[in-house]
């Protein structure tokens, strides 16, 4: 099975920037859709980004579109997620997952679900 593991979560001000990582073990990192999701508190889990298996495809929600951006380094088995302009509504639990396809993600059926970051966004 596969591993995935986030970082870089924290507390940060209206307007700043923070990058989150998602390691995962294994071998078959590449054969997987990635994304992330969020969840803020007493609200449904929310699809945020994906990206294809080679990288040359990306979604987001438009929430995010234009301030997020999601990348993967498929040597270091490791996918990002970039993130600035930051509002006190993008305050959540970060969650990494893998997926068969980008359909699959943005309906929050996947494969293997990291344990979560969490992000704080001040006003």
């Known amino acids: 099975q596969v591993q995935l593991v986030e970082s870089g979560g924290g507390l940060v001000q209206a307007g700043g920037s923070l990058r989150l990582s998602c390691a995962a073990s294994?071998?078959?990192?590449?054969?997987?859709?990635m994304g992330w999701s969020r969840q803020a508190p007493g609200k449904e889990r929310e699809f945020v980004a994906a990206?294809?298996?080679?990288?040359?495809?990306?979604t987001y929600v438009n929430s995010v579109n234009g301030r997020f951006t999601i990348s993967r380094d498929n040597a270091k088995n490791t996918v990002y997620l970039q993130m600035n302009s930051l509002k006190p509504e993008d305050t959540a639990v970060y969650y990494c997952?893998?997926?068969?396809?980008?359909?699959?993600?943005?309906?929050?059926?996947?494969?293997?679900w990291g344990q979560g970051t969490q992000v704080t966004v001040s006003s």
């Open positions: 997952n893998a997926a068969p396809t980008t359909a699959a993600t943005m309906k929050g059926i996947a494969t293997y």
């Open positions: 294994g071998r078959t990192f590449s054969t997987y859709v």
């Open positions: 990206i294809s298996q080679s990288g040359d495809s990306t």
